[in-house]
């Protein structure tokens, strides 16, 4: 990311896949490498299946004045039905990554598009279907150029259970290495 | 100091134990629980105690009890549960315990929507309770305000031994942003005024004539302090004659009024030469700033005012930011709750401004609106504003 640049970032899918604990270590990834960043979470009341959305507002220079995404530069859906709802934050041309394990086809006026199994990978390759955030996430640093795979690492470890240190670590690599 | 990545609802948290927080009595409500589990936590590591309630009356009751027996003592709700504490905040107010009830706006009314914003609080967190007192009410609009605004939330209600309502909003509460955390040594800390007099001299309702504000024994040291919730005199004995009710609740709103200016605080935004003054709190001021600086840069002479103390509520620095504006213009989630206050505040000075019109921009709407969505709302209703 060139120094003065800003980003919208909208993250979103299924209460459950994980979307804001990703949200959450990609702000902190970010704000340790030095960003301002104003990280929004929005949940509805189920614990499962219901609308998860998580926003950042990263900036180099000067705190940002939004709370909330106007226009997405870029974007990550894990699902289809919160990417149809929440499509309407995203800018033209923005860039999106998307899981191509429930999404097969992307909005026809995106501009790059970057698509993979992510729980699929997350299952079979990473041996724990609940880590498909993390493959994203590792997924969406390598193709945006963001933030290193080291941060996110380091990031990821700072705000998650020990025990999920692991297979976190293992799902953020198996995501960045994907092509 | 040192630098964290907290959501306001952290932020708070941390202010309050910054502050010298004992007590933390609460019941789960969203979106203000993830304050409970942090606290939950962390509390009990640095000495504090956290109970659960069987309900939010229960923990504001609580509460005064913590308080009087000398622990700065705090709760954080929502909507349903907030009502449920006006009992509570009417007997706080009265038996004159300091303490912090966090009110993490929600769509209304009744459980409304849990998760979602709201802006609809505004008049309840002053004249909720029934009869006549006073209290203070702060309205934070970022993660660091949510942190800095808990202490001063505290020394608020120390100063004027008053409940203080601290009023945050569910988008402030989850979201994340850099916040300074100080060290002890930075913090301005005010603690009660403690008696000077013999136990045998002392009276617990007995105002210090200079701020009207009782000094404060705590239970234990022998005082023997009554807390009496009836109409009472300065021992604390119930009595019902017109002249000691009078003094008395004349005193519970006074008290804020004259030492308001040691309690106000508001920001005000290229108010300089602005022809049009937005005026909004909270989470919804930082989507409408963008916005101002937007328009700033189409050459229109906005600006915005946003009040951080609303009860009391800066009107000096209000009333010398619409100095120079045309048209001023409220913008919030509910159905124009500053708007109201405005009005008011504006016929009050009357001879300082120059005639402005204000608008309502009332959007009660359960989401936050982008600064697009802000002007939608302004071109649909066809003002003309510039």
């Known amino acids: 990311m060139s120094s003065g640049s800003k980003h919208e970032i909208v993250i979103a899918g299924r209460g459950g896949q994980g979307i804001l604990l990703a949200g959450y270590i990609l702000g902190k990834a970010l704000v340790d490498e030095g960003y301002y960043v104003v990280n929004s979470e929005e949940y509805s009341a189920e614990t499962r299946g219901g609308d998860s959305k998580a926003e950042l507002i990263v900036a180099k220079d000067e705190e940002p004045d939004l709370m909330t995404v106007q226009r997405a530069d870029i974007a990550a859906f894990m699902y289809t039905d919160q990417m149809s709802k929440y499509y309407k934050l995203v800018g033209k041309s923005a860039t999106l990554v998307l899981d191509s394990t429930f999404i097969k086809e992307a909005p026809k006026d995106a501009g790059k598009v970057f698509m993979a199994p992510f729980t699929d990978v997350a299952e079979k390759q990473v041996g724990n279907i609940r880590a498909a955030n993390m493959v994203m996430l590792g997924y969406f640093a390598a193709k945006t150029g963001l933030v290193g795979l080291d941060p996110l690492i380091n990031a990821m470890k700072s705000v998650t259970n020990p025990n999920w240190v692991e297979v976190n670590a293992k799902a953020l690599k198996a995501g960045y290495e994907l092509v | 100091m040192k630098a964290e990545f907290l959501n306001s609802n952290q932020a708070v948290a941390e202010g309050a134990m910054a502050a010298g927080l004992g007590v933390y009595v609460g019941y789960p409500i969203t979106p203000s629980s993830d304050m409970f589990e942090y606290l939950s936590e962390e509390l009990p590591k640095r000495g504090g105690s956290v109970f659960q309630a069987e309900d939010e009356i229960a923990s504001i009751n609580a509460l005064v009890g913590a308080s009087l027996a000398g622990a700065k003592s705090m709760t954080a709700t929502s909507g349903p549960g907030f009502s449920l504490m006006m009992e509570g905040i009417g007997f706080a107010a009265m038996v004159e315990a300091p303490l912090m009830i966090v009110d993490v706006m929600r769509a209304g009314p009744s459980t409304g929507i849990a998760t979602q914003i709201g802006q609809g609080d505004i008049y309840q967190a002053r004249w909720g309770s029934h009869g006549v007192y006073n209290l203070v009410a702060y309205a934070p609009a970022s993660a660091q305000e949510a942190y800095d605004y808990a202490i001063k939330s505290f020394n608020a209600a120390y100063r004027v031994r008053t409940p203080v309502v601290l009023m945050t909003d569910a988008v402030l509460a989850h979201t994340r942003e850099r916040v300074v955390l100080r060290d002890p040594g930075e913090l301005e800390i005010v603690g009660r005024k403690a008696p000077k007099v013999a136990p045998d001299q002392y009276r617990p309702y007995r105002p210090d004539p200079e701020d009207l504000v009782p000094p404060m024994a705590f239970y234990g040291e022998g005082y023997h302090p009554i807390a009496e919730s009836l109409s009472h005199d300065e021992r604390g004995y119930y009595k019902t004659d ?48 963008a916005l101002v600086r937007e328009l700033r840069g189409r050459g229109i002479k906005a600006g915005m005012f946003r009040p951080i103390s609303l009860w009391p509520f800066d009107d000096e620095s209000f009333v010398a930011a619409a100095a120079r504006a045309s048209k001023i213009v409220t913008v919030e989630l509910n159905q124009g709750q500053l708007y109201q206050i405005l009005k008011g505040i504006l016929w009050d000075n009357r001879n300082k401004v120059s005639n402005p019109t204000i608008y309502n921009l009332d959007m009660p709407l359960p989401t936050l609106p982008t600064p697009d969505e802000i002007m939608g709302e302004i071109e649909s209703r066809g003002w003309k504003l510039w």
């Open chain 2, 242 to 289: 017109d002249e000691i009710y009078r003094a008395l609740v004349s005193r519970l709103v006074r008290k804020v009024e004259v030492n308001k200016s040691k309690l106000i605080a508001s920001k005000s935004y290229y108010v300089e030469d602005a022809d049009v003054l937005f005026v909004a709190i909270g989470s919804m001021a930082r989507n409408l700033l």
